[in-house]
DNA sequence: CTGAAAGCGCTAACAG
DNA sequence: CTGTTAGCGCTTTCAG
């Protein structure tokens, strides 16, 4: 692995030259050519390592996600990708399994190893801590759910309205008795989710009390949604559809439903966010549509900006959701 | 951001003594509880690029794969963070895209950061090339995909057996006209699992010409899968079950089955690999049990040895799959 | 436009 | 067991 120096010496000028020709400093064209040149023969590349100790700062940026096996937070991680690759920006990609402490460590790393900035879907509201980042100057975007009080910019989904609105739907279809399945307490989106849920349903005409049981709390994975959705079907006057807050709780859901012998869609189901491999699924399911790549592509954005050392005023970018009907929901009459 | 020397000052001691009682080198306990104290006090954390550059080492190891929404892949990726994070390396996860291009880069960036190694799913066998990193001393493991010639150690899965054995099962099952739909030409897990399913249907008196006339390669991804299987299904006399060589591929079958009208197990079908929500298919799928995980383990595994400097002779570690039959290759006479 | 020199923060000999 | 010292490879003043 051939240094700076050794260019240098092989083209008969200083390192500082070497180095300008590699940053862009003025160095005339003749030399420039030359060391090129010898750095071609010589296989030379910068070593970022030293560079990072020298500039204290990296060309890598963190991307903490909660779940590396949801569709979701890979379409989000390929849209960082995408964006990120086209300014030289490397991306490091952490699974923090739903996990603060886990979360927590590589939120360390990020700092130790001196990463540009940081993009986090954090795995908790309350607990998900980024106020070391802060506190040393490191750019951080929080991506699809909003930690509490934290001073950071921020791309979101607008699930509260998309909530609201499929709920409505199933209500508009016929159902009678719509049951609620969302995350974690803790979480902002599980949050908003609910809140949507439950404005749609007390403008159908629903008692606080009765939203509340037919309420399930899980935790966005696909065991989750189907513990939950058992429990419903075995309250004592079932609800007659569900609005499921995530995609993985969704096919749990539906999997109870399958065992149950109960049908879509004289039970309705409706998803926020896409299943994946839906086309496996009969019948077609209704969804709410999230924009996950250009989440992460309006977070890389975000926080490119804030490493090229922009201070506007911290943002906050929402972005819509799409309510897509199938026939999962076509009505309780089974049309 | 407080340094090394920062702590030294204030606990009185030298920048040596703290680094040791960071890295357990040999420092009287009253001194390394001081220097713990004072430490924690000031918010200290090494930073791991001084130190990465002092070293000539790097405590994060690079992750290639070739698709990130290929739920085999995250499977091995936990494997190898699981089995790295006992051992405090962190993991870089590289989607190429099963483009060589791409791979390309990702390996250059590990070079210029200083990896402490790669552990890669080659995106082609033939055109993947690790010489660089090879020569320069960076270790390198091959998993699950065996680039040609190229001297690293690797982990594999029994691909061949596995296919031979699951085509069998196929025939045993009273499948006339078994087919197969496996990957791009250019990948050794391809070419292994075509092998296998052609030493089963030889073995079942099945001639060269017609095995070639029933073969498809496709791309690993859905819709490859689902223009194969239609293709498959367009043939004068049309087969009566098909050996798709991976998991994504079937779903695309699947799909092009259900469009075409014809169920299983009339018509049989097997995917080499689990089916990402197979609990959503029906009739359940007989599928070959890919140890993804565990991949991912012994891969970490025989990285970190060589990280640690060990100069073993090359190895290579296989994997045992398992078949698991379930209705879906119940038998053509769909008992 | 170019070179010399001074570190970034850390670790590894080497002496003590 | 502890401190001193000399860099790892690079960038960035500061002179020239």
């Known amino acids: 692995m051939s240094t700076i120096s050794d260019v240098a010496r092989a083209a008969g000028v200083s390192p500082a030259t070497v180095s ?40 890598v940026i963190g991307l903490m996600i909660p779940d ?11 849209g960082v990708e995408d ?112 809140a949507g849920y439950r404005a749609a349903m007390r403008e159908a005409g629903a008692a606080d009390e009765w939203i509340r049981a037919y309420t399930r709390h899980a935790d966005f994975r696909v065991e989750g949604g189907r513990t939950a959705m058992e429990e419903l079907l075995a309250l004592p006057e079932p609800p007659d559809a569900v609005f499921v807050a995530n995609n993985l709780m969704t096919v749990g859901a539906l999997q109870a ?22 086309s496996l699924v009969r019948p077609p399911l209704t969804t709410v549509q999230l924009p996950a790549y250009d989440l992460g592509v309006a977070a890389a954005a975000l926080l490119q900006e804030r490493i090229a050392g922009s201070d506007k005023p911290l943002q906050t970018v929402v972005l819509r959701t799409a309510l897509r009907p199938r026939a999962s929901t076509a009505g309780p009459e089974g049309e």
């Open 68 to 78: 590396i096996e949801n569709p979701f937070f890979t379409a989000l991680a390929r």
């Open 257 to 278: 439903l399958r065992v149950a012998g109960v049908e879509p869609p004289s039970f309705g189901i409706l998803s926020f966010g896409d299943v994946p491999w839906a």
């Open 83 to 194: 964006a990120s690759q086209r300014t030289n920006l490397s991306v490091v990609l952490c699974n923090t399994d739903e996990d603060v402490e886990k979360e927590a460590r590589y939120l360390d790393i990020a700092l130790a190893e001196q990463m540009a900035g940081v993009i986090v879907a954090a795995a908790s509201r309350r607990r998900s801590d980024f106020s070391a980042l802060a506190e040393r100057g490191m750019p951080v975007v929080a991506v699809d759910r909003r930690p509490r009080a934290a001073m950071v910019d921020a791309v979101m989904v607008d699930n509260q309205h998309g909530s609201d609105e499929a709920t409505a739907h199933l209500v508009d279809r016929g159902y009678q008795r719509v049951a609620c399945i969302t995350g974690p307490a803790g979480a902002s989106t599980s949050e908003e989710r609910l």
């Open 20 to 59: 300008r020709v590699f940053n862009g400093g003025r160095v005339s064209p003749e030399r420039t050519e030359r060391v090129r040149q010898v750095a071609a023969e010589l296989g030379f590349s910068p070593n970022r390592v030293a560079r990072s100790l020298r500039t204290q700062r990296a060309s």
